[in-house]
């Protein structure tokens, strides 16, 4: 087996275990220890360049948004015939139609305005934000998607780089309104990465040259 494989697995695991980990911490009612000073404290920053991070973060973990982003990346692919992209996308999408039947495995409530600031009304459970979720499936297919058309290591980089801090903004964005806590978003980028990872494997699996 290739070091990229055990790094894939031992990435995989390692995810999956916090992942596990932080579910079971934030299953129910309470709040996770840390929650309320962290949100408190992201809740505070405050100035234009935050309000337009806030307002974007939003609109792009938004379903609808990334459902777009997602559709009009993949029937570009689809023009080239790049059948692993367009099924990795497609199948981001699916699932994250799914998200609130996965968070009743949870069923972990949102933030209350009698616990923190909410200037967005939310509705559903909160672990694992949806958003988080699907920002980190849709940007991690969209940067695998480049990757398999770029040799480019400069641009894989690059690319990496702005996926991370705008899943980041996304992140920062939910805990601000008040639509979530820390511990869904964090629930949110772990679960996502977890199922990524899954969905390029069975991505790559039929186009993997067989041992001699």
Do not use: C
Not at 33 to 47: C, N
Request: glycine residues 12%; positive net charge.
């Amino acid at each position: 087996m290739s070091g990229l494989a055990w790094y894939r697995i031992w990435l995989l695991a390692t995810l999956l275990g916090v992942a596990i980990g932080l579910s079971v911490a934030a299953r129910g009612d309470g709040v996770v220890r840390g929650d309320r000073s962290l949100a408190r404290w992201i809740q505070g920053r405050d100035g234009a360049v935050v309000d337009v991070a806030v307002a974007l973060g939003n609109t792009l973990g938004d379903f609808a948004v990334g459902a777009a982003i997602a559709v009009a990346a993949a029937v570009s692919l689809a023009f080239w015939r790049r059948w692993p992209e367009v099924a990795l996308l497609i199948a981001t999408v699916a699932i994250r139609a799914l998200g609130n039947q996965f968070k009743r495995l949870f069923d972990s409530p949102r933030p209350t305005p009698d616990l923190l600031r909410v200037s967005e009304a939310a509705d559903g459970l909160g672990f694992p934000s949806g958003n988080a979720m699907g920002t980190t499936l849709l940007l991690g297919s969209l940067v695998w998607a480049a990757s398999q058309s770029s040799t480019s290591d400069r641009f894989q980089r690059l690319a990496m780089v702005a996926a991370v801090g705008l899943a980041v903004m996304v992140g920062f964005a939910r805990v601000h309104v008040g639509a979530h806590w820390p511990s869904d978003v964090f629930g949110g980028y772990l679960w996502g990465g977890v199922v990524l990872l899954g969905l390029i494997w069975l991505a790559e699996r039929p186009w993997q040259t067989a041992p001699p």
